[in-house]
């Protein structure tokens, strides 16, 4: 399977609205969920797309950019790691292997882009002290460019010799190392679960959580993703209307009724 120039035109495209996404409003095309289920799509393979950047999103929970602080660029690994994936034909846990060490990789162009985008600021800086609005505006779009650039060049590259890059790389990298990177991108889900799980109040809600466990451990023939899904919703549901509307406790003693007769008692 060979790229069309279209198609990586169309992926580098998407890369720079990713880009866009993650320094400004963060909606979600900068998420390496929707870069890989993107590029599967382009590419004919949902599938594998929706796996690889299913897997590589629960990586990336809690990570960000916190005081300038620089982490691996998932959405690139994502594009490139999914495009290899479907090229190669070898499977989700070949494409999440690549990707992980491409985003880590491209971690030292993430920081060089910063670099370059700080002299524009500067200049920007000279611009307020003139009070010339129009050439801060100006910094801050022309400051956009080290950000894309850092990201689409190497998208580009990569996807456009991305056959011979492929053959490249597996025959460059020792099959121990390839079995490795398979190895660590079966785990990899499992980690992530075991982050998110973290965080969530396992200790309090143990119940519901064995419960969706159960149904899709042994029951897997009758329930599906969505179907235990929908009954964790529906257990939600009766938690909140229960809590919100409790039951009043009955007393044992001193109940008064409207319809009883009072009776008196002699001592």
Same mark, same amino acid.
């Given at each position: 399977?060979?790229? &069309?120039?279209?198609? +990586?035109? =169309?992926?580098?495209?998407? #890369?720079?609205? @990713? =880009?866009?996404?993650?320094? &400004? +409003?963060?909606? !979600?095309?900068? #998420?390496?969920?929707?870069?890989?289920?993107?590029? !599967?799509?382009v590419m004919g393979d949902l599938k594998t797309g929706l796996m690889i950047g299913a897997t590589l999103q629960l990586m990336t929970l809690g990570v960000a950019t916190y005081g300038g602080a620089t982490v691996p660029d998932f959405l690139s690994g994502a594009i490139m790691g999914t495009a290899y994936a479907i090229l190669s034909g070898k499977g989700v846990e070949y494409g999440i292997g690549i990707a992980v060490p491409i985003g880590l990789l491209l971690t030292q162009l993430d920081i060089l882009g910063r670099m370059a985008n700080t002299f524009v600021q500067h200049r920007a800086d000279r611009f307020a002290e003139e009070g010339n609005y129009r050439g801060v505006d100006l910094c801050?779009?022309?400051? +956009?460019?080290?950000?894309?650039? &850092?990201?689409?060049?190497? =998208?580009? +590259? @990569?996807?456009?010799? @991305?056959?011979?890059?492929?053959k490249v790389i597996n025959e460059m990298i020792p099959a121990w190392i390839m079995t490795g990177l398979k190895a660590s991108g079966a785990i990899l889900p499992a980690m992530g679960i075991a982050i998110l799980m973290r965080y969530l109040p396992i200790k309090k809600y143990w119940p519901y959580f064995l419960v969706g466990f159960v149904m899709l451990a042994f029951g897997a023939e009758f329930f599906s993703v969505l179907g235990v899904a929908l009954v964790g919703l529906a257990l939600a549901a009766m938690y909140v209307m229960n809590h919100n509307n409790p039951t009043p406790a009955a007393t044992t003693t001193g109940a008064v009724y409207e319809d009883d007769e009072e009776i008196e008692i002699d001592d």
């Amino acid at each position: 399977m060979h790229l &069309s120039l279209a198609i +990586i035109l =169309v992926l580098c495209l998407y #890369t720079v609205i @990713g =880009v866009l996404d993650q320094i &400004s +409003i963060q909606i !979600g095309p900068y #998420t390496p969920l929707f870069a890989a289920v993107f590029t !599967g799509m382009v590419m004919g393979d949902l599938k594998t797309g929706l796996m690889i950047g299913a897997t590589l999103q629960l990586m990336t929970l809690g990570v960000a950019t916190y005081g300038g602080a620089t982490v691996p660029d998932f959405l690139s690994g994502a594009i490139m790691g999914t495009a290899y994936a479907i090229l190669s034909g070898k499977g989700v846990e070949y494409g999440i292997g690549i990707a992980v060490p491409i985003g880590l990789l491209l971690t030292q162009l993430d920081i060089l882009g910063r670099m370059a985008n700080t002299f524009v600021q500067h200049r920007a800086d000279r611009f307020a002290e003139e009070g010339n609005y129009r050439g801060v505006d100006l910094c801050n779009v022309l400051g +956009i460019l080290p950000w894309t650039l &850092s990201r689409v060049i190497p =998208v580009f +590259i @990569g996807l456009y010799f @991305g056959e011979q890059v492929v053959k490249v790389i597996n025959e460059m990298i020792p099959a121990w190392i390839m079995t490795g990177l398979k190895a660590s991108g079966a785990i990899l889900p499992a980690m992530g679960i075991a982050i998110l799980m973290r965080y969530l109040p396992i200790k309090k809600y143990w119940p519901y959580f064995l419960v969706g466990f159960v149904m899709l451990a042994f029951g897997a023939e009758f329930f599906s993703v969505l179907g235990v899904a929908l009954v964790g919703l529906a257990l939600a549901a009766m938690y909140v209307m229960n809590h919100n509307n409790p039951t009043p406790a009955a007393t044992t003693t001193g109940a008064v009724y409207e319809d009883d007769e009072e009776i008196e008692i002699d001592d």
